[in-house]
């Protein structure tokens, strides 16, 4: 009896012993748990891990900057140039790094692994005691702690809305710190939102205040740091030497530049001819006339100096789109918010300035399965049954599509339906002006930072003239255009949302009833739906794509037939040109970043070729 008992009580005491062993560090993250990359990986497919390091490269950004501190509503910000692919972790490190072949992919930078709570009460992460910010001085789980407090205290609003379900950030050693979820909170986005955040210095804000504007940079940790601000002008960033994380595999063949300079031009005309005069060296072009027509009869092109490429865009397509302010009249009404839309005669705009370079975007998740198309599904009508009595009755019958016209100009069919829509709103026609029930015309503002959008404002603003609309466009500087569009002072204005490949809590900020009247808020059409917020999270809980990819067409149906925006174009290439000083991976290119900065170098026998045929 003795002896047969005995194995049995060894097992039970193995099984114990791993029930009690809780869940295991892990060396990566993804939304539902899909890595490439397993612990023992050397490097990232789409680098070069032998890439020489040194040399400079020089970009551009539009218009001007007033801070140094990224994190604030106040001031525009200078940041590492996002369209040659940088980001805030070129100054700042990040608990984990997103790999760029992979959707949702994040990998251990700071922190050495991360455990997530298997009954999702938190996410504990064990940091490498080698990492230093620039000063020399040990980036600790303190540092990590005051970082998440200080951006939820005084930080942009949008850093209250991400992580307004975390309860506290946990000390629990010097090198080991746990978020801790609130038990209601919906936390399949929360351990990875946590480990993409920039980490701050707790010291070096002793002597210095965090809410402020400033040309002085903050204490940053990552591969490179402030070298030279010329305010308003100019910003040069320089390469760490033996930065604490340069032989991690995450690290390897990235960040391979000595210098990165960014230069700030206020016209877009100008910066491109400084561009063909050598003034800088790479840009992405997103002009398709400049793209079609600039280019080839340039010297510097036609000699092979300047090289042009087209990189595939495999992500899920940001949202670009005029939105329309619905807080303030006639944009309350969706009738007119529909009429508008009708008015925006794409094809007509696609054709003679764009020269047919892009499609038409219809959806909140173009480019992706995630995008609305045919009918509901069964799983999508269970989530919009609720809110059935609520919705426009073609979120339920008909699958959006934006109007579409011959491009010929002639819109007289678009005119008579939005005559039709805004006479059902209260809106009619006296002597050739639209106007309300009090006689007061219609009058409608288009709210740009940009002169050279204007050439496609203008089409627009003719065919609402032409249904009796006072309309007109002003153009501010770009530090007063994001003053008003935090303050929601605008008419229209346009603007682009980047979308992450696996939607999540940044829904609340775009379209959350919570985030339309909050000062600085990304809601920017002021949508404030309960059907939203509901699908909003609907996504935010879903724990697969199967039940992702419904909640997220439901909510892009609910959204594309309230016409909180008139969505614009799109493209799923990359439009780059550069001089021929540069080496780049010509394998495995990452599909859901340019990773021009993380992954290209200077190429000495290039740049020396490219001066003795310029003869400089």
């Known amino acids: 009896m003795k002896l047969a008992i005995a194995p049995l009580l060894i097992f039970a005491l193995i099984l114990g012993s791993a029930a009690s062993a809780g869940p295991e560090p892990r060396h990566g993250l993804s ?7 397993g612990p023992d990986f050397k490097h990232f497919d789409y680098v070069n891990p032998d890439a020489p390091k040194g040399g400079k490269i020089k970009t551009w950004d539009v218009d001007s900057f007033d801070s140094v501190n990224p994190f604030l509503l106040k001031g525009y910000p200078a940041v590492v140039n996002r369209d040659v692919g940088g980001d805030l972790s070129f100054t700042f490190t990040q608990l984990m790094t997103p790999s760029y072949d992979e959707p949702d992919a994040v990998y251990g930078l700071l922190a050495q692994t991360v455990t997530v709570d298997d009954e999702g009460g938190w996410v504990e992460f064990s940091l490498r005691p080698e990492a230093v910010f620039h000063d020399n001085l040990p980036i600790t789980a303190e540092d990590v702690a005051f970082t998440f407090n200080i951006l939820k205290k005084k930080g942009h609003p949008t850093y209250r809305l991400r992580y307004r379900d975390i309860v506290e950030a946990k000390v629990l050693a010097p090198h080991l710190i746990r978020f801790i979820f609130k038990e209601s909170a919906l936390i399949r986005d929360l351990p990875r939102q946590v480990a993409i955040m920039p980490i701050l210095s ?12 400033t040309m002085t940079p903050l204490l940053g940790s990552g591969p490179y740091k402030y070298a030279k601000v010329n305010p308003g002008r100019s910003v040069i960033y320089e390469r760490v030497k033996d930065h604490w994380a340069e032989k991690l595999p995450v690290h390897q063949g ?6 990165i300079q ?24 997103f002009t398709s006339r400049s793209w079609a027509t600039e280019y080839d009869g340039k010297p510097a092109v036609r000699n092979g100096y300047i090289l042009r490429d087209t990189l595939t865009d495999d992500s899920l397509t940001g949202l670009q789109a005029f939105f329309m302010n619905t807080r303030r009249e006639p944009f309350d009404d969706i009738r007119v918010r529909e009429a508008f839309s009708l008015l925006f005669d794409y094809e007509w705009t696609n054709q003679n300035l764009f020269y047919g370079l892009y499609d038409r975007l219809g959806s909140v998740f173009e480019n992706s399965v995630l995008k609305a198309t045919g009918l509901p599904t069964e799983v999508e009508l269970e989530l919009l049954a609720p ?5 426009p009755e073609q979120v339920f019958t008909t699958e959006f599509k934006p109007s579409q016209t011959d491009g010929s100009g002639n819109i007289r069919p678009q005119i008579r339906a939005a005559l039709g829509l805004f006479k059902e709103a209260d809106w009619t026609i006296q002597n050739k002006n639209l106007v309300n029930a009090n006689g007061e015309q219609m009058k409608v503002q288009f709210l740009l930072y940009e002169q050279s959008f204007t050439r496609i404002v203008n089409p627009f603003i003719k065919n609402l003239k032409r249904v009796g609309i006072d309309a007109s466009v002003r153009v501010i500087d770009a530090a007063s255009w994001q003053n008003r569009m935090r303050a ?3 008419d229209i204005i346009v603007r682009r949302f980047p979308q992450p490949e696996i939607p999540g809590v940044e829904q609340r900020d775009w379209w959350g009833s919570n985030a339309a009247d909050m000062d600085g808020g990304l809601n920017i059409a002021g ?10 999270e609907a996504i935010i809980s879903a724990k697969s794509r199967d039940e992702l990819v419904p909640a997220a067409r439901a909510l892009d ?9 008139i969505p614009q174009w799109y493209k799923n290439t990359h439009f780059i040109a550069y001089w021929d000083k540069f080496g780049r991976p010509e394998a495995n290119k990452p599909g859901f970043n340019r990773a021009v900065l993380h992954s290209w170098w200077y190429d000495q026998a290039k740049a020396d070729d490219l001066a003795a045929r310029r003869g400089k």
Do not use: C, Q
Not at 557 to 565: D, N, P
């Open 387 to 391: 809110w059935k009595d609520n919705l």
């Open 527 to 536: 949508a404030k739906n309960p059907a939203v917020d509901a699908l909003v």
């Open 31 to 37: 939304t539902f748990g899909d890595l490439k990359y």
């Open 262 to 285: 960014v230069d700030y031009y206020r016209d877009r005309t100008i910066a491109l001819e400084a561009f063909f005069a050598g003034e800088y060296d790479f840009r992405e072009e």
């Open 254 to 259: 990235r960040y391979n530049f000595g210098t």
């Open 557 to 565: 149906r609910v959204l594309m037939w309230h016409y909180y925006f």
């Open 488 to 490: 929601f002072d605008f």
């Open 202 to 213: 707790k010291a070096s804000f002793e002597t210095r205040d965090f809410a402020v504007t």
